[in-house]
T-cell receptor, first 114, second 109 residues
Framework: DTAVSQTPKYLVTQMGNDKSIKCEQNLGHDTMYWYKQDSKKFLKIMFS???????INETVPNRFSPKSPDKAHLNLHINSLELGDSAVYFC?????????????FGSGTQLSVL | RKEVEQDPGPFNVPEGATVAFNCTYS??????FFWYRQDCRKEPKLLMS???SGNEDGRFTAQLNRASQYISLLIRDSKLSDSATYLCVVNNGGNQFYFGTGTSLTVIP
């Protein structure tokens, strides 16, 4: 069973469209994240949710809106897509409150905006 | 100043070589440290945690120097399958994970 799964794996779309990426984890973790990895391969945190509550909201355009219906799901909706949004988006989860907690990643969604 | 800094490389080494990567972090209160491995077009996967006393997992050895705020990863007897990007990751407590830019390793036959 995949621990952190995200869909779709590939997303090709036109500028100006609205799209969503879904993420689910079956690890029982309390915390979920969205990371963006750009063409320079740098992984940057976008959002973090703990038990459905927004904890981290880095400087991200408000066209990006995360939604956490329950602690096992964290979806990312993007409005009015721009060329610069093209990147790989990784969902991740971790369990707060334990020693040496680790991040577990989904397999990534490669978004290409044309 | 970045939270975590790594030499991006690339490191190109022959099979069987020993290679070492270093990483520095800026927050002296950082609590947990990790090395992740990322293959091309794949997600980062945990390679090993880094403990204060240093730790070893087969051909891989990780060290932590809190006084100098750096972490190292040593790979002995490099294999072709070790070719990947190695990411240094620091946790400042709670859900604050910070990534280095990664160090690219290519092991050459």
């Amino acid at each position: 069973d995949t621990a952190v799964s995200q869909t779709p794996k590939y997303l090709v779309t036109q500028m100006g469209n609205d799209k969503s990426i879904k993420c689910e984890q079956n690890l029982g973790h309390d915390t979920m994240y969205w990371y963006k990895q750009d063409s320079k391969k740098f992984l940057k945190i976008m959002f973090s949710y703990n038990n459905k509550e927004l904890i981290i909201n880095e400087t991200v355009p408000n066209r990006f809106s995360p939604k956490s219906p329950d602690k096992a799901h964290l979806n990312l909706h993007i409005n009015s897509l721009e060329l610069g949004d093209s990147a790989v988006y990784f969902c991740a989860s971790s369990q707060l409150g334990i020693t040496n907690e680790k991040l577990f990643f989904g397999s990534g969604t490669q978004l290409s905006v044309l | 100043r970045k939270e975590v800094e790594q030499d991006p490389g690339p490191f190109n080494v022959p099979e069987g070589a020993t290679v070492a990567f270093n990483c520095t972090y800026s927050n002296s209160a950082s609590q947990s440290f990790f090395w992740y491995r990322q293959d091309c077009r794949k997600e980062p996967k945990l390679l090993m945690s880094v403990y204060s006393s240093g730790n070893e997992d087969g051909r891989f050895t990780a060290q932590l120097n809190r006084a100098s705020q750096y972490i190292s990863l040593l790979i002995r007897d490099s294999k072709l399958s070790d070719s990947a990007t190695y990411l240094c990751v620091v946790n400042n407590g709670g859900n604050q994970f910070y990534f280095g830019t990664g160090t690219s390793l290519t092991v050459i036959p």
